[in-house]
């Protein structure tokens, strides 16, 4: 009964490396999504995606890619880590539609706290 | 664009005192889903409560009521008997249809002793 589950938990990068966040969710959700906490900003939409093989922009998207290869699986990439990306990231997911039971509630992962110097 | 407004960066109540946060929120639709959720210091994003626009009634959870006012677009939470559990960052989160979640800046709330 794992949920949402984000990998790494921690991260520290130096300006312009790579790095690829990892969020796994075992409730054969159709949704997904990424979203980046900043202190006084609340939680901000990077990407989501509405089913395997596809992805959308949220918010503020710039300087991040994602990939939703498989329906469990959603990956958020950083190509050149910069310092304004210092923040908290969220991966969160959810059933489609309105009607069934549980739909609209969004599960959040722990979060995963990345640094760049 | 939605957009939801918490006017309340911080706020604190004694323990076992009542506290109320708002919230208001602005679209045109009329299909939306509002929604408070807890933040603690673990970082753990936990949903407190939701309610259905088409809902006149408003949603209880225990020691949490919302009162949902849908012509003036306010959404507030109401937490009775304050718990020092309480203690935590409350955001106020708003979804038109299957459309992504729309949060607010929160809401820290201190529960004291």
């Known amino acids: 009964n794992a949920g949402v589950t984000q990998t790494p938990k921690f991260r520290v990068l130096k300006t312009g490396q790579s790095m690829t966040l990892l969020c796994a969710q075992d409730?054969?959700?159709?949704?997904m999504y990424w979203y980046r906490q900043d202190p006084g900003m609340g939680l901000r939409l990077i990407h989501y995606?509405?089913?395997?093989?596809?992805?959308a922009k949220g918010e503020v998207p710039d300087g991040y890619n994602v990939s939703r290869l498989k329906k469990q699986n959603f990956l958020l990439g950083l190509e050149s880590a910069a310092p304004s990306q210092t923040s908290v990231y969220f991966c969160?997911?959810?059933?489609?539609?309105?009607?069934?039971?549980?739909?609209?509630?969004?599960?959040f992962g722990a979060g995963s706290r990345l640094t760049v110097l | 664009a939605q957009t939801v407004t918490q006017s309340q960066p911080e706020m604190s109540v004694q323990e076992a005192e009542t506290v109320t946060l708002s919230c208001t929120y602005d679209?045109?639709?009329?299909?939306?889903?509002l929604f408070w959720y807890k933040q603690p210091p673990s970082r753990q994003m936990i949903l407190v409560i939701r309610?259905?626009?088409?809902?006149?009634q408003n949603a209880t959870e225990n020691r949490f009521s919302v009162n949902f006012q849908k012509a003036a677009k306010s959404f507030s939470l109401k937490i009775s008997d304050s718990q020092l559990g309480d203690t935590a960052m409350y955001f106020c989160?708003?979804?038109?249809?299957?459309?992504?979640?729309?949060f607010g800046k929160g809401t820290r709330l201190s529960v004291i002793a």
């Open positions: 969160a997911s959810s059933y489609a539609g309105t009607g069934r039971s549980g739909a609209n509630v969004l599960t």
């Open positions: 409730m054969n959700h159709e949704y």
């Open positions: 995606s509405v089913g395997e093989g596809t992805t």
């Open positions: 679209t045109s639709e009329n299909n939306y889903y």
């Open positions: 309610q259905e626009a088409y809902k006149q």
């Open positions: 989160a708003f979804m038109i249809g299957n459309t992504p979640l729309v």
